[in-house]
């Protein structure tokens, strides 16, 4: 939609990387788009976008959309993988088991996940919502739930893991891992509901993970997003973004990422595009996150509230250095 604030981002900043004048209108900026094809197109914005390494979910519409390996093709860059939990679980539901077996059969599945990820994530939100009962749930729960999951396959082989039984088990087996784990939390597609995604739902599940210490990232957050840099401040394992709301919501990003800098320590907040499908996410999402960071820590320098060489600190903490250590990620 060229008449939203990311249509116009799109034709102000990606336009000139395609040959066109800034804002060139959308008819032309398709027309030019459609000339150069999809691999140019991708290899000129993901490139330009400067980003020295991918952290790619690959758990929706596998199949259909650019590999980790085709990232780095595209990009130069290395792409590492980040495994979506439900996706594993369905899998193996698909696959024959029974169930009495499926709980071994997910906890095997995704610890050989572990092995080549960087990390997890659970979309519990969009399943169920973030109000699920914090605990691990316990073996014949486990079993009883799988079996209806069983059942509603054989009548439809769509159906999807959304029993909070079933969602609590590859969330627990996932940090059981070791590995840091995601979550989606603030708006998303249509299929969610907002109330239920506040991320302060997640209180009492963060309180019972707590002591195992495994870094929990809250993803996204908008417009949740101050209850997020609440729950960043309080609980030392937990950690934040706004990715997916600065292309949205446009001129207006700035204000949105001075918000999430107001609570949260600087050393648990993350860069993040959450792009998806179009090179143009990738681009608009690390040029707007530079341009924004610059202009908040830049008013905080000019009114005297920090210094330069703090400003700078924090955003090559917020832009890199957080991802590195959080995610182990090699340095380039």
């Known amino acids: 939609m060229f008449d939203s604030q990311l249509g116009f981002a799109v034709r102000r900043w990606c336009a000139p990387l395609l040959d066109l004048e800034p804002s060139a209108p959308g008819p032309q900026y398709l027309q030019r788009r459609s000339a150069l094809g999809p691999q140019e197109v991708s290899r000129r914005l993901l490139q330009a976008a400067e980003v020295e390494a991918w952290l790619v ?29 439900e996706a594993v679980a369905e899998q193996v539901a698909r696959g024959g088991v029974t169930a009495t077996g499926y709980q071994t059969a997910v906890e095997s599945a995704i ?15 969009y399943r169920y919502g973030l109000d699920f009962p914090p605990g691990r749930p316990a073996a014949a729960e486990v079993a ?9 396959l054989d009548t439809d082989p769509a159906a999807r893991l959304s029993d909070p ?17 995601q979550f989606h939390t603030g708006f998303g597609d249509p299929d969610i509901r907002l109330h239920r995604c506040d991320p302060s739902l997640l209180h ?35 950690y934040m973004d706004v990715g997916l709301a600065l292309n949205h919501v446009g001129a207006r990003s700035t204000a949105v990422l001075a918000e999430s800098l107001e609570l949260a320590p600087f050393h648990k907040v993350l860069y993040s595009s959450d ?17 924004d960071l610059a202009q908040v820590t830049g008013k905080f320098v000019a009114e005297g509230l ?27």
């Not at 009883?144 to 509603?152: K, N, S």
């Not at 495994?214 to 394992?237: D, E, I, K, N, S």
Request: aromatic letters at 8%; proline letters at 7%.
């Open 57 to 85: 979910d690959t758990g929706f519409r596998e199949g259909e959309l650019t590999t980790p390996a085709q990232l780095t093709q595209l990009s130069g860059e290395p792409a590492h993988e980040i495994v979506r939990l």
């Open 111 to 125: 610890a050989a996940r572990a092995e080549t990820a960087v990390a997890f994530k659970s979309i519990a939100a």
């Open 144 to 152: 009883a739930a799988a079996g209806y999951l069983l059942r509603a």
């Open 165 to 181: 039984v079933l969602l609590r088990h590859v969330i627990w087996t996932g940090l059981d891992n070791g590995l840091p784990l």
């Open 204 to 238: 009492d599940f963060l309180l019972a993970t707590r002591p195992a210490g495994t870094p929990v990232l809250l993803l996204h957050c908008y417009p949740y997003h101050r209850q997020a840099g609440y729950l960043a401040q309080v609980m030392p394992h937990v």
């Open 275 to 291: 792009a998806f499908g179009l090179p143009e996410l990738h681009y608009l999402g690390a040029a707007g996150f530079r341009r």
């Open 306 to 332: 920090w210094s330069a060489a703090d400003a700078e600190r924090v955003s090559s903490m917020i832009g890199a250095g957080n991802a590195r250590r959080v995610y182990r990620l090699p340095r380039p």
